[in-house]
C-alpha cells in the first residue's frame, strides 16, 4: 500500500473513531499511528488534515448534503471523503 493511501486511511479511522467514541483527538491519534512506520512529516500532514476536518465539519458536511443525500455517515468511506474535501476546501 502506497504512503498516501494508508495516510489517508488512517485520518479516517481516525475520524471515525472519534464521532463514535468521546475520545480525544491526541489519544486517538497516538493510538491510531503507534502501529505504523510513519515519518515527522507524515504523523503532521495526518493531524493537520484530522484537525482541519474537525474544524470545518459541519461546513464540509453541508456542502456534501448540496450534492447528495444517499451517504452513510458511519462507514469509513464517508470520513474518508469529508477529509478529502476538507483538503480540497
Do not use: H, W
Not at 502501529?35 to 493537520?48: A, M, P, V
Not at 476536518?53 to 462507514?75: C, G, H, S, V
Request: positive net charge; proline residues 0%.
Amino acid at each position: 500500500m502506497s504512503k498516501g493511501i494508508e495516510t489517508r486511511i488512517i485520518i479516517g479511522k481516525i475520524l471515525k473513531k472519534i464521532r463514535e467514541t468521546s475520545i480525544n483527538l491526541d489519544l486517538c491519534f497516538e493510538k491510531n499511528t503507534e502501529n505504523y512506520k510513519l515519518s515527522e512529516t507524515d504523523r503532521g500532514f495526518i493531524y493537520n488534515v484530522t484537525i482541519t476536518t474537525i474544524r470545518n465539519a459541519n461546513t464540509i458536511e453541508q456542502i456534501l448534503e448540496n450534492f447528495t443525500n444517499k451517504i452513510n455517515k458511519k462507514e469509513i468511506y464517508y470520513f474518508l471523503f469529508i477529509s478529502a474535501l476538507c483538503q480540497i476546501f
